[in-house]
């Protein structure tokens, strides 16, 4: 099948090579006559805007989740599926894992000076209780992720209804379970009941010496009160992957503060290696007439 | 029951709550009658030195696996038992996963300079292969877990017999290893075959970029070559627990180096928690007259 690539040139670097990891007889273009395409391969930055040409074409498979960029385009007739990357929760999981036993080991505790600190052996991960806030797919892998590692994990949700063995409880009873999170994890969606659920309120509860990270919505957390929190140890460290505005601007009181990492927004991304072949599997799929996976509502938008 | 405390002062601090935690009838003391205690729990760091007086007891328990320092004491002749604490192999595989982790994510990467780094996305652990030197109970434990986070994990071990369904390589494969071992974990005994198995030669077949993490011995690993390596990038970066010299002196080459991090030989100690369960249960089977666990053998020495 011959697909059209449609992102940015710096994306055409990444994935060429995955999508033709994927299917060894993909025959992948970045441009050519229009009529010749099967399918489109497509991100909102590349450079088709007008779809009629495209006018054999049986898919358009988006490298990204969120097509809101794409769905009102009036030109667009064929059909637009959108990206459900299975790593996506699995890059999630394993960003949570990778902060948490950062935490948990006292990386930061061991300064390069000289000086030979081994009076205190960190406890086992089974005395060091840790919080999920939001129990949905990232939740969930995540909750699994630190599970197998040792942990007692926690989780948080609107309801509090248990799920994939999880021991949940409601946003009504927060509150009690912040009193014994020594790790915070934050990965609730954005809403009007979410919005600085973390106020300074509830930092106070957390225990001395907690760690908070925050891979969710950068609206969770009261940038102010965590500020004003961090000066007393609640939390005691914030590892902060989103943020009210992104990039981070440069005059921002988080960059450079001893006690809170910055990182780029980049816990959860789509990956090449299994979004590839996400990609081409349905493609096939569009080919061979069978089912699209992830086929785009026009009405609905999503 | 009655029990002796003879250890350091500063870990019957750690100790005692640990002890009582684990039976809550258990009467504890640091000193008393010898003629009244029913046992010992002992570590050569405490002031019991002539247990003759001790005619009571049923059993000493050390605090310690090692008991060479114990075993040849001529006033000894109540039954020793060593410790075999389980939360050791748990300890061993938190430290080597959370080490990996932090390499696996590029953690020090992020500079938090208000630079907003975010070109690259770190491959998923199932892209990033990491090898363990050693599969007895630790390599073993640390397999398990790395395994469960999602990475590929190849161990070596002198016979290249598999284990516990983990992909084992023989010592006389290790150098085809080594080229594909992004993540390198020394776990190994110290032996005549073993001493700096990791040389110039070795080091200069792993991967551009290659971590190396050592919690096993000091001696796997030959320093200066491992100085050398590191200015090449192979490895590009050591995280050692172990070393030739414990205190490692203040004025080695290891300290304040941009790309080795010393922990201070934590990676894998007796942790209060667990071996207190161990020790109470093994005191009560002694006082029930049930067979003792790891109990020493005064000829063997161990």
Not at 18 to 31: G, K
């Amino acid at each position: 099948m011959k697909v059209r690539f449609s992102a940015s040139a710096a994306s055409w670097e990444e994935w060429a090579p995955a999508l033709r990891a994927a299917d060894s007889d993909l025959s992948l273009h970045q441009d050519g006559d229009p009529a010749s395409f099967d399918a489109i391969i497509y991100a909102p930055n590349g450079d088709i805007t007008d779809f009629t040409p495209y006018v054999n074409v049986r898919l358009i498979q988006s490298l990204w989740a969120g097509v809101e960029k794409i769905v009102t385009n009036k030109t667009l007739t064929q059909p637009l599926a959108r990206m459900v990357d299975p790593g996506l929760a699995q890059g999630m999981a394993e960003y949570c894992t990778g902060w948490t036993m950062r935490a948990h080991l006292g990386m930061d505790g061991y300064a390069q000076d000289g000086t030979w600190r081994n009076s205190t052996v960190p406890p086992l991960a089974s005395e060091r209780p840790v919080t999920i806030l939001g129990v949905g797919e990232l939740g969930r892998a995540t909750a699994a992720m630190l599970s197998a590692v040792g942990f007692p994990v926690t989780g948080v949700s609107a309801s509090g209804r248990p799920v994939d063995g999880i021991d949940v409880r409601s946003l009504a009873q927060l509150d009690d379970v912040l009193t014994s999170s020594q790790i915070l994890i934050c990965l609730l969606p954005d809403t009007p009941q979410t919005r600085n659920l973390l106020d300074a309120r509830r930092l106070a509860l957390l225990p001395q010496g907690a760690w908070v990270i925050n891979p969710g919505r950068g609206t969770l957390i009261d940038d102010e009160a965590l500020l004003t929190g961090l000066e007393s140890g609640r939390p005691a460290h914030a590892v902060l992957d989103v943020f009210r505005t992104e990039p981070l601007p440069k005059d921002h009181p988080f960059w450079g503060h001893p006690a809170i990492t910055v990182t780029p927004h980049i816990a959860a991304d789509t990956r090449a290696q299994t979004a590839a072949k996400v990609a081409v599997e349905n493609i096939s799929r569009a080919m061979n007439g069978q089912p699209v996976r992830n086929l785009v509502d026009r009405n609905k938008g999503y």
